[in-house]
């Protein structure tokens, strides 16, 4: 997202080493700060509406992540590797909240590994920088909205020229398992979203439930049902956090 039965194995494989591993570990620094340590097995990396090995979907990935965070302030990193061996991503980000409904984040992508990894040069580096601002929404109305737009590096144009790709998403919770969403390109954006100055690419809903392991764990297993009304695709994503 042969792929029927690696997704079975993956997923019997992921329950089984859930019942011997410890979900977001999280360990107090002596400055107060704290390391929080998780991943995600998902059936197939779907990112904004786009698969992320071609356009029938792909393969499991497992997505690990470490972010350290210290009062208003995180930093961390993300990645994704798929089983197929077609996709390896290493992205860094910061975030600082403003406020317990506003965020600031800078990103750090980097999806293709064609070049040295330590190459910044705007014309010849792999990396993306993204900007994101982000509401979170307030009980009365918890609606979330999150603008982000790619401002440096690998994100062109036809003429060369930085391409700005923007992304906004608005997230409405049903319950407090269930949410809906939806997420609109507002520039053209020939490398990561697609051809049209302004179209809807994610739309889907997201339910999550937590099974329970043993008596004193239970992991969250979570499904995506989506579609890309640019592209005409639909995608449906399992999904395991550790």
Same mark, same amino acid.
């Given at each position: 997202?042969?792929?029927?039965?690696?997704?079975?194995?993956?997923?019997?494989?992921?329950?089984?080493?859930?019942?011997?591993?410890?979900?977001?570990?999280?360990?107090?620094?002596?400055?107060?700060?704290?390391?929080?340590?998780? %991943?995600?097995?998902?059936?197939?990396?779907?990112?904004?509406?786009?698969?992320?090995?071609?356009?029938?979907?792909?393969?499991?990935?497992?997505?690990?992540?470490?972010?350290?965070?210290?009062?208003?302030?995180?930093?961390?990193?993300?990645?994704?590797?798929?089983?197929?061996?077609?996709?390896?991503?290493?992205?860094?980000? %910061?975030?600082?909240?403003?406020?317990?409904?506003?965020?600031?984040?800078?990103?750090?992508?980097?999806?293709?590994?064609?070049?040295?990894?330590?190459?910044?040069?705007?014309?010849?580096?792999?990396?993306?920088?993204?900007?994101?601002?982000?509401?979170?929404?307030?009980?009365?109305?918890?609606? *979330?909205?999150?603008?982000?737009?790619?401002?440096?590096?690998?994100?062109?144009?036809?003429?060369?020229?930085?391409?700005?790709?923007?992304?906004?998403?608005?997230?409405?919770?049903?319950?407090?398992?269930?949410?809906?969403?939806?997420?609109? *390109?507002?520039?053209?954006?020939?490398?990561?979203?697609?051809?049209?100055?302004?179209?809807?690419?994610?739309?889907?809903?997201?339910?999550?439930?937590?099974?329970?392991?043993?008596?004193?764990? *239970?992991?969250?297993?979570?499904?995506?049902?989506?579609?890309?009304?640019?592209?005409?695709?639909?995608?449906?994503?399992?999904?395991?956090?550790?």
């Amino acid at each position: 997202m042969k792929t029927k039965d690696l997704f079975l194995a993956t997923i019997f494989g992921g329950m089984w080493f859930a019942t011997v591993a410890v979900p977001a570990v999280q360990a107090q620094t002596s400055k107060g700060g704290t390391f929080t340590v998780s %991943a995600d097995l998902v059936s197939s990396y779907i990112w904004r509406g786009v698969p992320q090995e071609g356009s029938k979907g792909g393969t499991p990935n497992i997505q690990p992540s470490i972010t350290y965070t210290h009062g208003a302030f995180s930093i961390g990193t993300w990645g994704s590797s798929a089983f197929s061996g077609q996709v390896k991503e290493v992205d860094l980000f %910061a975030t600082l909240a403003m406020s317990n409904e506003f965020s600031f984040t800078v990103t750090d992508y980097n999806w293709n590994f064609n070049r040295t990894y330590f190459n910044y040069k705007p014309h010849a580096t792999d990396h993306i920088y993204e900007a994101t601002l982000a509401y979170a929404g307030v009980p009365a109305f918890p609606l *979330s909205v999150s603008v982000n737009t790619m401002v440096y590096g690998d994100d062109k144009n036809a003429d060369g020229n930085n391409a700005y790709s923007s992304y906004v998403e608005l997230g409405y919770p049903l319950t407090p398992m269930v949410k809906v969403f939806m997420g609109t *390109s507002l520039v053209n954006s020939p490398m990561v979203y697609g051809n049209a100055s302004f179209a809807v690419i994610n739309v889907g809903l997201r339910a999550t439930k937590m099974v329970k392991v043993t008596d004193t764990f *239970s992991m969250p297993v979570y499904g995506i049902l989506g579609c890309n009304p640019q592209s005409g695709k639909a995608f449906l994503v399992a999904g395991i956090t550790l």
